[in-house]
């Protein structure tokens, strides 16, 4: 018999004792050939955040949906506002550029390839933020269970 066989589960076996080298489940979601310049672009996002943004991640922070939420992440060559990678859920916040043509266009492009990778994507303006932030946080909060629902997870 080997001294380092490997069993079934992917342990190796020592002198008949199991070594567990299984990692944490880790998300690899940015795409390599841009992660620096999307890192820097990230970082400046999160010292800078928009009085929106800020009120927003006061309510998702601590994680009073019971996941976790990180902001200004990086997904493939996008950064998104807001991301739940248990229940792969991405939240971004309009401001009155995303109102722009262009920016429309960019924002459905964004959001189609998004949810090729399995994220659902919701979005809120400003306004809806600023003027109802109650109502924001319980379509957040309906849209987390009904994800946690669909993978079988409790709410």
Known sequence: MEENAKSNNGDEQQDGKQK?????????TADCAYYGLLKEFAHENRRNPTKEESILWAFLQHR???????????IGQFIVDFCCLSVKLVIEVDGGYHQLPGQQFSD?????WLQ????????FTNDQILSDPDAVARAIQKEVEVLQNARGEDS
């Open 108 to 112: 459905e492009e964004r959001a189609t």
């Open 64 to 74: 009073q949906l019971g996941v976790r939420f990180r902001r200004q992440h990086i």
């Open 20 to 28: 567990n080298n299984r990692r944490k489940q880790q998300y690899q």
């Open 116 to 123: 090729s990778q399995g994220f659902t994507v919701i979005r």
